[in-house]
């Protein structure tokens, strides 16, 4: 069954460093989309990507990030300057069409620890 | 009013229980709605999408009112493999997933 598939499963990084964080969503998918989920809370809508282009972002998602599909199956999220509030786990996710009722297909996500 | 709204749990029922889970939101242009499960420190996965007709899978009843802009989900005879955090979700006009807070469920043996 095809799987979006997320890499490092962990990643632990000092303050101020630059990460990236890897999705290879599901090949035929055409909406990409990064959420993150503080341990104990709801997952939160980052951003949303869509023909190359970020289609909707949240409040969260300012400056410091990015988003990125550089070669037209990894899908990328870049923290230039992390904080340890960045510490969350990250979940990559996409669908295959905008229909009513099309299923999102979560990764199996990223636990960032900033320190 | 939070975007999504659901009940703040946890739930602790005996197997073979019959548990509802509710849920409002609040931003009536919402055109999509779910129902995901998620496991601790797993990725959330969807368990069914809720239509105006109501909705069922095996032991699952999902139920949508739009006027009241309400969502429910009825799990009959609980099994200790749906103890888990039932996460109530909604589609936008726009791209994104509104998730709420979720609501944890432990079925006890």
């Known amino acids: 069954e095809p799987e979006v598939t997320q890499t490092p499963s962990h990643q632990v990084t000092q303050m101020g460093q630059e990460v990236i964080l890897r999705c290879v969503p599901i090949?035929?998918?055409?909406?990409f989309y990064w959420y993150r989920q503080i341990l104990g809370q709801k997952v939160e809508f980052l951003v949303s990507f869509y023909n190359n282009e970020i289609s909707e972002k949240s409040e969260i998602f300012d400056d410091q990030f990015s988003v990125e599909r550089p070669d037209g199956s990894n899908f990328t999220l870049k923290i230039r300057s992390t904080k340890l509030e960045d510490s969350a786990m990250y979940f990559c996710?996409?669908?295959?069409?905008?229909?009513?009722?099309?299923?999102?297909?979560f990764g199996q996500g990223t636990r960032l620890t900033v320190v | 009013r939070k975007e999504v709204e659901q009940d703040p749990g946890p739930f602790n029922v005996p197997e073979g229980a019959t548990v509802a889970f509710n849920c409002t939101y609040s931003n009536s242009a919402s055109q999509s709605f779910f129902w995901y499960r998620q496991d601790c420190r797993k990725e959330p996965k969807l368990l069914m999408s809720?239509?105006?007709s109501g909705n069922e899978d095996g032991r699952f009843t999902a139920q949508l009112n739009r006027a009241s802009q309400y969502i429910s989900l009825l799990i009959r005879d609980s099994k200790l493999s749906d103890s888990a955090t039932y996460l109530c979700v909604v589609k936008g006009s726009n791209y994104k997933l509104t998730f709420g807070k979720g609501t944890l469920l432990t079925v006890n043996p």
């Open positions: 809720v239509y105006s």
């Open positions: 090949s035929n998918h055409l909406y």
């Open positions: 996710a996409s669908r295959r069409e905008e229909g009513m009722n099309t299923e999102a297909f």
